[in-house]
């Protein structure tokens, strides 16, 4: 059996997934100022009964480390950057302890000015005697050529308790978002590590012995041991846990969008071919943009228990919640209430909600039944139309070639699934609304943790090769090899599959279930006078986001338990 | 959070699936370094740099600026529709206000396509700013528009649409066309009889570094485009000036064209030439974008360059000083200049040989140009490429007045079809683009 275990802002969903279905499910407080607790009693209440040898593992998404950053309750970490000619490196500054040094490597790798040696030594010297303990170390054009990172790595030697080297990080070409991921990844190391080997400790002295996973952004799991030289791969990890939950009920072979309807937030997300779409370049959280994969998702400020407020004679939903709905004794309407007025779904006091609604219609000068009608009305179609927005701007994102560009599809979702706690009143509506058909996924209060339990392992690898220059690299897996000048993108795309695979496996893939998928191959001649003086080559491979192999039983169990 | 002072648009459209052919310069590899320099940078992650992807241009989009011999399939390939389409995207961008600035970092080039096309010459089959221009007076009812071509070779495709143009000021910036392709663009070509002036060569010495190039831009281009009062100023900015290129022989660096760029100020620019792939143009186009956002390119710098190595001799400052002295000279005497040209003339011919280098096709041209004040003039050209087709084409300018479209028309009606593969009406005032010929 599986846990799925997702941290939500106010509650933590729990379920146990068995070959029978769910198993089990339930639902604990968040205290977000402990959720050290919360987690643990999160796991206990789950597994109560259940002789631990069944679980084979529980894949957690937390908001650790996602609250730390957004709260900057994180130590100071040091940054030693590297940038030679190009942006002034100032510019991206993450803190007090931010040094730049000489050296600088081109665009295709090639060594412009050196590493000084004694001035990398007197900045550590410097980073020391203040007290940092963490240390990230970046350098322009390091995933064309990891030496300048690599040789500062070796002049910290161990004086520091962890340093984190840009191009293992990423190996996108983006420096200051590398500066950016390689910085969150040093400052949320410590928390990180702290909390999931408290967390592994504690289970183990309760005799729950079951291998921890940790979600990703970009829905996919890693194994808890490889998430400590990628912490900051944990982050946000919330969105993605809904999407997976959805996966197993979108349709095969057309676009669908995901809406995750919550108390304050509604999270979209886009699925091809039951596939979830990756954001290309990496996620956003605060002021930093980085290079950690994510699914393309969007956050808005409307919820069930958005407040309602009129202004102008004009209704205003969101984007903040003071509280539940006042049905439930919240202090100002929300659509909650509106959705209770209407009967669309029932629940709390519903003198309450006649209140809350009268209030809304007196502001506006109309009867309750308008007032209720157009605050789920626009609740709706400020979700549609927010949607319709994220559509159009993944169909006006650039490609590069005359290819995708005159063959380019756009994508068209003709279908909706909801899920999340007001996931099947506000169905009723968006179906009134919108074309497509509108679908309410199974369990919906529950799916996300469903989703982070039955999400796979995913990982990525970016290849280089250059051969004239007769190098190949892969920078985050530390892959170096001497190529000899007639390699070919056919080579290039074994070696990317080859490392991919042994990637996957370490982070905990089933190595008989591998669907390895090559995302971009190009090879261009490079020509220098008239003659061809070697190839360069690009490669991405991914493991896409799905689900575990073997889920199939268990999605329909689910399925077929649904609205019982 | 990085912010650009001047909200730039950007269409970066590298076309990595396109070449003219494997070791061509103009290939598949050419903006690969830059897209990875553009990417390093982070430049696209700039608040207020904000990429677009590019749209097609329409059929009727080229139509509106060419002949295409035999037809408009023959000489448009997919990736033209694009990179014209690039340029049309950045325009509408700026039109619409939704960016201050834009640059079309495109492939492949168009300043070196005429207004009747046969083929590729220069790298060039279709103009894209032209396409672009022509859109933007149409759909937005722009006038007055400069054209700064900064790219090394002169022009003379855009030069070549605009000559009859009153409305449109070309400025070509280039390495002296004696000792380069297309060898033209001399200081006595100043546009046809209606738009004496308007047309304006500066072409430079070979080994002319930014103290040259820069001191053309604030000594001549600047003062004469505050008195033109352009509504838009287009920058062709081919990037073969670059002391690495190695096709011409010039000497500006990335920081030049980036203070060329802050100088010129140019709402839109258009990527045309340039061809050291690796040396020059990852740190060319960056300092460009840098500059029309408005933004800090003071740490940019090519990895080889030093700026003893190409400080430019007291002689070609000398030169450079000289011409720039008389283009001035003929700016303020253009008045005088028309009608010393233009004498008692209605009607003027002009008869040319033209040389598409990329295809190897030699066309003849005859050009009669009604000599006009009150517009551009009706133009008729015929137009004979040896061994393939010969046309006559008529254009009647937007602004045409009526004497100019009867001319247009008469020429049109009066054409005889058995002399021609194919006869061409382009009026720009009714909006009509037709052709007749013997088939049909």
């Known amino acids: 059996m599986i846990i799925g275990l997702d941290v939500g802002g106010t509650h933590t969903d729990v379920v146990l997934l068995g070959q029978e279905g769910l198993v089990r499910q339930i639902k604990v407080p968040t205290n977000s100022s402990d959720l050290f607790a919360t987690v643990l009693t999160g796991l206990e209440k789950i597994t109560e009964g259940i002789d631990p040898i069944h679980i084979s593992r529980a894949v957690l998404s937390t908001t650790l480390t996602t609250n730390r950053i957004v709260q900057g309750r994180i130590p100071e970490v040091g940054m030693i950057v590297s940038a030679g000619p190009g942006m002034d490196p100032e510019l991206f500054r993450t803190g007090p302890h931010y040094h730049t040094v000489t050296g600088a490597i081109d665009h295709r790798g090639r060594e412009i000015t050196p590493i000084d040696e004694d001035q990398v030594l007197k900045v550590a010297d410097s980073l020391k005697n203040k007290g940092i303990r963490y240390v990230g170390v970046v350098s322009k054009f390091s995933v064309r050529n990891p030496a300048h990172e690599v040789a500062i790595g070796d002049f910290l030697g161990d004086r520091f308790e962890k340093v984190f080297l840009g191009h293992r990080i990423a190996g996108q070409l983006n420096f200051p978002r590398r500066i950016a991921t390689t910085f969150l990844n040093a400052s949320v190391y410590p928390v990180h590590k702290d909390f999931f080997e408290a967390v592994v400790n504690s289970l183990a002295t309760k005799g729950l012995g079951m291998p921890i996973r940790i979600l990703k952004p970009d829905g996919g799991n890693m194994r808890f041991d490889a998430s400590i030289d990628h912490p900051a791969q944990t982050i946000l990890s919330g969105p993605a846990a809904s999407v997976m939950g959805s996966v197993a009920f979108a349709p095969k072979d057309e676009a669908c969008l995901v809406l995750d309807i919550g108390g304050t937030t509604t999270d979209m997300a886009v699925l091809v071919n039951g596939v979830p779409l990756l954001d290309p370049m990496g996620i956003s959280i605060g002021d930093h943009k980085t290079l950690i994969r994510s699914l393309e998702t969007v956050s808005i400020g409307v919820g069930g228990d958005s407040a309602v407020r009129v202004m102008d004679g004009n209704i205003h939903i969101g984007p903040d919640r003071l509280g539940m709905a006042m049905a439930y004794g919240g202090p100002v309407p929300t659509p909650t209430d509106a959705i209770f007025l209407l009967g669309i779904g029932d629940g709390g006091d519903p003198e309450k909600a006649r209140e809350a609604i009268q209030s809304v219609a007196d502001a506006l000068g109309t009867d309750l039944q308008d007032a209720a009608n157009r605050i789920f009305e626009q609740a709706c179609r400020t979700i549609l139309d927010e949607a319709g927005s994220m559509i159009d701007r993944i169909n006006a994102k650039p490609v590069y070639t005359v290819h995708e560009l005159w063959e380019g599809h756009r994508l068209q979702p003709r279908q909706i699934l909801v899920l999340g706690g007001p996931a099947p009143w506000f169905a009723t509506g968006l179906e009134r609304l919108s074309e497509s058909r509108v679908t309410v996924v199974p369990r919906w209060t529950v799916a996300n943790a469903i989703g982070a339990g039955l999400a796979r392992t995913t990982c990525e690898v970016t290849f280089f090769a250059d051969t004239e220059r007769e190098i190949a690299t892969a920078p985050e897996e530390n892959f170096t090899k001497v190529i000899p000048s007639a390699y070919t993108k056919e080579d290039a795309i074994n070696a990317t599959l080859d490392l991919l695979r042994r990637k996957a496996i370490a982070r905990g893939a089933n190595s008989e279930h591998l669907e390895l998928e090559v995302i971009e191959a190009m090879s261009f001649n490079m020509v220098r006078g008239f003659y061809t003086a070697g190839r360069n080559i690009r490669v991405t491979a991914q493991v896409k986001p799905g689900l575990i192999h073997g889920y199939d039983p268990i999605a329909e169990k689910i399925m077929d338990s649904s609205f019982t | ?440």
């Open chain 2, 1 to 440: 959070m990085l912010r650009a002072r001047h909200k730039t648009g950007l269409v970066f459209f590298p076309a990595f699936d396109w070449a003219i052919s494997p070791t061509h310069p103009e290939r598949e590899e050419r903006l690969l370094y830059t897209q990875d320099q553009v990417f390093e940078e982070g430049l696209l992650d700039i608040e207020g740099i904000i990429e677009y992807k590019p749209d097609l241009v329409t059929k009727k989009d080229v139509q509106r600026v060419h002949f295409c011999v035999p037809d408009l399939w023959a000489v448009m390939t997919e990736s033209h529709f694009i990179s014209a389409g690039g340029a049309k995207t950045i325009a509408m961008a700026v039109m619409d206000k939704q960016v201050e600035r834009g640059f079309a970092l495109v492939r492949p080039p168009g300043h070196h396509a005429n207004r009747v096309v046969h083929g590729a010459r220069g790298f060039c089959n279709v103009n894209i700013e032209a396409i672009m221009i022509e859109y933007i007076r149409k759909a937005y009812g722009v006038n007055r528009v400069a054209i700064v071509d900064t790219d090394c070779h002169h022009g003379d495709g855009t030069q070549d649409i605009y000559w009859h143009d009153p409305d449109t000021l070309f400025i070509s910036i280039h390495q002296d066309g004696r000792t380069l392709y297309p060898g033209s663009g001399f200081l006595s070509e100043l546009g046809g009889p209606n738009a004496v002036g308007k047309t304006i060569n500066i072409p430079l010495p070979p080994n002319t570094s930014g103290e040259g190039i820069l001191h053309a831009i604030r000594e001549v281009v600047l003062p004469i485009l505050k008195e033109f009062q352009p509504e838009i100023i287009v920058n062709s900015a081919g990037q073969d000036n670059h002391y690495s290129d190695p096709i011409t022989n010039m000497n500006f660096s990335a920081q030049g064209y980036a203070e060329l760029t802050t100088l010129l100020k140019p709402d839109i620019a258009v990527l045309e030439g340039g061809y050291a792939i690796e040396g020059a143009l990852p740190y060319v186009n960056a300092g460009i974008i840098l500059a029309m956002a408005g933004m800090d390119y003071s740490h940019l710098q090519e990895p080889d360059f030093d700026p003893v190595k190409i400080r430019q001799s007291p002689e070609v400052s000398r030169w450079v000083h000289k011409t720039c002295d008389k283009v001035l000279e003929n700016w303020h005497q253009r008045r005088q200049l028309a009608d010393v040209y233009r004498g008692d003339y209605q009607l003027m011919n002009r008869d040319r040989d033209i040389y598409y280098d990329t295809d190897n096709i030699h066309e003849h041209q005859q050009e009669t140009i009604r000599v006009c004040d009150s517009c551009g003039g009706a133009l008729k050209i015929d137009s004979a490429a040896r061994g393939l087709k010969h046309v006559l084409a008529m254009h009647i300018p937007r602004n045409a007045c009526e004497r100019c479209r009867e001319q247009g028309y008469q020429w049109y009606d009066s054409a005889d079809t058995t002399h021609y593969d194919k006869v061409y009406l382009q009026d720009r005032h009714g909006d009509v683009i037709t052709e007749k010929s013997q088939a049909t």
